[in-house]
């Protein structure tokens, strides 16, 4: 999995220490921001009876002032260190993700409706909507159990930890703002499960240094990032990619993959 939205009200609001970590904000911005993010955390977290957009109008504003402008963003909340190509969420479509969304074997297999209209704006297959959006995730994100989700993305993260002899890869990209390193990381060290403790005491609770071989360069080793593991489940925080590690670290999603699906256990070195 790579940047799962296990908890979206405790990644939300850790975005402010990350914000903070990587110089996105400053002292005063960083003080300014504390109350807007708790609020956004506990109604998201609470399952309180808010609608969707305004909680999303709330927890806007301290995203808005940790990318640099209160009306749109001035960095790449997917990739802090790519320049946004698009207002709200700085992205274009890809041609090549619209071609395979396009297919219609893919429109089959999920029931695709082609095309809808709402209260907010009419919209097509291809194009992001946020109202719908922003309404599965508040369902999804819910305590559970409700018709649609019966579990929440925790509890089933914890029932695969627990009741199945499978491997879990988890990667985050260091420069994906919107679903953070520092959140991903606070949930999975937050999962219960039989062997917690000793997953967040691996390497006495630092998490250590993983090396990838690079093909593209006589198989040199390169500093892929930050690793914790125990048994089958692998958590790494990858450097210098931000939502799309598989694209932006080809080489080291190579490397990666290739070890870790050879090892019985799961190693990645």
Known sequence: MINPILDWATQRSLSREYAFEKEL????????????????????????????????????????????????????????AKNCT????????????EAILNDPSIKDLFQIQEADSGWFWSWMWTDCNLEDGYAIV?????SGPSERYPLTPIQYMENLLDARNIKILVLNGDLDYFGNYKGTEQVLTDLQWRNNTEFNTYNNGEQKEFY?????????????????????FTY??????????????????????????????????
Request: some cysteine; charged content about 25%.
């Open 25 to 80: 904000v400053s002292s005063l911005e960083h003080w300014f921001l504390e109350k807007p993010s708790e609020w956004c955390r506990d109604i998201w977290s609470d399952n309180k009876d808010v609608h969707y957009w305004v909680k999303l109008l709330v927890c806007s504003l301290s995203d808005s002032v940790a990318q640099g402008n209160p009306l749109y963003p001035m960095i790449n909340i997917r990739n802090i």
């Open 138 to 142: 508040d369902q999804y994100s819910k």
């Open 212 to 232: 990838y071989e690079d093909v593209t360069n006589d198989g040199a080793q390169v500093h892929g990032g930050y690793m914790r593991e125990h048994g089958l």
């Open 86 to 97: 698009d207002w709200v969420t700085c992205e274009l479509n890809d041609p090549e993700y």
């Open 236 to 269: 790494l925080r990858v450097l210098g990619a931000g939502l799309q590690v598989y694209h932006e670290k080809p080489e080291l999603m190579y490397s990666v993959l290739t070890n870790w699906i050879k090892s019985i256990e799961g190693k990645i070195e």
